[in-house]
């Protein structure tokens, strides 16, 4: 059974810097990783996939990596900005079953003006 | 291209009252649809998937059903609510192939009070 684990849970950073958010799965036979942002009340908007064949994936100041060797994502956010402020997800599908996706708890992000 | 549309957005409804929520996907076909909820404090917990009409799978055995009655509508429904049910419930879509990530419908907030 796949799981998935997002550390930190929460993060506070200053404006302007950089982080990264870290997510980790214990079956590495994955298709592939997905992450997502979740702002308060709202829906699901993803951010990133990358496949099992990929490294990494860049989206704008968004960059992911996967490493299925070592069981782990990371979501690297370029100059943060107080509008980066949400929970981010990470996801990935338990291995033989591609069609269902296990989450991981989330990182909440605060970024101060 | 894709559009996913979930309603109502907020719903209050009353111990032992029906429930029907609804999902509809545009601009695919033979997608496969799911049925996430997420409880106060707690992370996405997937209910129902379905691969195609009047295929469900269940994953957590509980108060709810889900039907397909067409290719691209699913409906989460129950006949007597309980308080445990109240949370956010989100819709989603992906295609048949792993290559392909999820989107997600905007959610629907219920609250049984």
């Known amino acids: 059974k796949q799981e998935v684990t997002q550390i930190p849970a929460a993060l506070s950073v200053p404006e302007g810097e950089n982080l990264v958010l870290n997510c980790s799965f214990t079956?590495?036979?994955?298709?592939?990783l997905q992450w997502f942002r979740q702002d308060p009340g709202k829906g699901l908007t993803s951010l990133l996939l990358i496949q099992s064949s990929q490294r990494e994936q860049t989206s704008g100041r968004l960059n992911a990596s996967l490493d299925k060797s070592s069981g782990r994502s990371t979501l690297y956010i370029a100059a943060s900005q107080p509008g980066d402020s949400a929970t981010y997800l990470c996801?990935?599908?338990?291995?033989?079953?591609?069609?269902?996706?296990?989450f991981g708890s989330g990182t909440q992000l605060t970024v101060l003006p | 291209s894709q559009t996913i549309h979930q309603w109502p957005a907020t719903l209050v409804q009353p111990v032992g009252s029906p429930l029907s929520l609804e999902c509809t996907v545009e601009?695919?076909?033979?997608?496969?649809l799911y049925w996430y909820r997420q409880a106060a404090g707690r992370g996405l917990q997937l209910l129902f998937y379905s691969v195609g009409i009047g295929q469900i799978s269940s994953e957590v055995p509980q108060n709810l059903s889900a039907s397909r009655p067409q290719d691209r509508q699913f409906i989460l429904s129950s006949k007597k609510l309980l308080l445990s049910d109240s949370g956010f419930y989100l819709c989603a879509w992906s295609r048949g192939s792993q290559v392909y990530g999820y989107t997600f419908g905007s959610g629907t907030r219920l609250t049984v009070v």
């Open positions: 079956d590495s036979a994955i298709y592939n």
């Open positions: 996801a990935a599908p338990p291995s033989g079953s591609a069609r269902q996706l296990t």
């Open positions: 601009g695919t076909s033979n997608p496969n």
